[in-house]
């Protein structure tokens, strides 16, 4: 059964940093990309970032580039989402989900941590 | 970016019934396009992708249809456990985009 646990959410101030964690188990995770998906209160969901099976290319929409960095840790089967200078609106629910191929479809989601960014 | 416009955002449907959701994209996406289900205190579930083909465990009462810029996510005889929202997502092309999603309501 594939589990995926994401955790590192909570408050922060605008401005500062938080990074979060995905531990993924139940599928071969060095074969797979891996993304993070947000979703704001209310809101719909939005792709964040997107890392290889190797780690060597990573992908983000303009929204996040500069300010997050994704990363692996194959041996570990564990994601990484480092998130900086974080503004109000990066406040969401953030979920972690594998992908074949990028771009393509999640088959799979965590159950999401919250990132709540206010002072 | 392509623009992923789903309709309606919400919807009322009595179990038994047959409900039909829209998703346009602002450009031709071939059939590269998923649809998911999302509720509350469960983790989203992938429904169809590649536009029609069913994930495996997806019931037959749901189903895709469509190509190009306009998709349809079919779901008949609906059961009770279908009341959700439901997102479409086009992987055509980065970035990665999702319809606002649409609402499916108990009448």
């Known amino acids: 059964e594939v589990q995926l646990v994401e955790s590192g959410g909570g408050l922060v101030q605008p401005g500062r940093s938080l990074k979060l964690s995905c531990a993924a188990s139940?599928?071969?995770?060095?074969?797979?990309?891996m993304a993070w998906v947000r979703q704001a209160p209310k809101k719909g969901l939005e792709w964040v970032a997107t890392?290889?099976?190797?780690?060597?290319?990573?992908y983000y929409p303009d929204s996040v580039k500069g300010r997050f960095t994704i990363s692996r840790d194959n041996a570990k089967s564990s994601l990484y989402l480092q998130m900086n200078s974080l503004k109000s609106e990066d406040t969401a629910t953030y979920y972690c989900?594998?992908?074949?191929?990028?771009?393509?479809?999640?088959?799979?989601w965590g159950q999401g941590t919250l990132v709540t960014v206010s002072s | 970016d392509v623009q992923m416009t789903q309709s309606p955002s919400y919807l009322a449907a009595s179990p038994g019934e047959s409900v039909f959701i829209s998703c346009k994209a602002s450009?031709?996406?071939?059939?590269?396009l998923a649809w998911y289900q999302q509720k509350p205190g469960e983790a989203n579930k992938l429904l169809i992708y590649?536009?029609?083909t069913l994930q495996s465990g997806t019931p037959s009462r749901f189903s895709g249809s469509g190509s190009g810029t306009d998709f349809t996510l079919t779901i008949r005889n609906l059961e009770p456990e279908d009341f959700a929202v439901y997102y479409c997502?086009?992987?055509?092309?980065?970035?990665?985009?999702f319809g606002s999603g649409t609402k499916l309501e108990i009448k």
């Open positions: 989900a594998p992908h074949r191929t990028h771009p393509g479809w999640f088959a799979y």
């Open positions: 139940g599928f071969t995770f060095s074969n797979y990309y």
């Open positions: 890392i290889s099976t190797s780690g060597s290319r990573t």
């Open positions: 450009k031709s996406i071939s059939n590269y």
């Open positions: 590649s536009g029609s």
């Open positions: 997502q086009q992987y055509y092309e980065k970035p990665l985009t």
